[in-house]
């Protein structure tokens, strides 16, 4: 598909990340914007779709794991990296509202320095971080724009 070693992100993967984009932006502004008796529908469809992201991109971990050398010291941590995401989406969707964004929160930033890592390990392409900051980014404003919602409007 694309050099492994390019800094650039392929176009084809860019187009598709923004898209995945859609939910988590529309989500959130959904929220503020939404009549008050759709935000518990728009809230609920928002978290779920976090956590099957969550479970999408901890994955591509497997994936790379599978790449590994055997005998490889990294898989391992690549194999729990691809595992953790989505056990944390799936234990997010059990708790409130209040409680499960920072869970989200947290576990979108914390991959993203777990696929930093796997960058300067050379186990994920190295154009992968180019491609990953800018969706952190938003994921991450999209789950404090969230959260402020659940603070100030009524749930």
């Known amino acids: 598909m694309h050099p492994f070693n390019?800094?650039?992100?392929?176009?084809?993967?860019?187009?598709?990340?923004?898209?995945?984009?859609?939910?988590?932006?529309t989500g959130a502004i959904g929220l503020w914007v939404t009549p008050e008796a759709w935000r518990e529908w728009v809230m609920e469809e928002f978290l779920n779709f976090a956590a099957v992201i969550l479970a999408f991109m901890g994955a591509i971990h497997w994936g790379l794991a599978m790449r590994a050398?055997?005998?490889?010291?990294?898989a391992p941590m690549q194999l729990g990296l691809?595992?953790?995401?989505p056990l944390l989406g799936w234990f997010a969707l059990?708790?409130?509202?209040?409680?499960?964004i920072p869970v989200f929160f947290f576990a979108f930033?914390?991959?993203?320095?777990a696929d930093i890592w796997a960058v300067k390990q050379?186990?994920?392409p190295a154009w992968y971080t180019a491609l990953r900051r800018p969706?952190?980014?938003v994921i991450i404003s999209s789950m404090i724009v969230a959260w402020g919602?659940?603070?100030v409007l009524s749930y």
């Open 109 to 113: 930033g914390t991959l993203y320095f």
């Open 149 to 151: 919602a659940t603070l």
């Open 6 to 25: 390019a800094t650039r992100p392929p176009g084809l993967a860019v187009g598709f990340a923004f898209a995945g984009l859609v939910p988590f932006v």
């Open 82 to 85: 691809s595992v953790i995401p």
């Open 122 to 124: 050379g186990l994920a």
């Open 135 to 137: 969706i952190s980014l």
């Open 94 to 100: 059990s708790l409130p509202i209040n409680f499960a």
């Open 69 to 74: 050398e055997e005998g490889s010291e990294q």
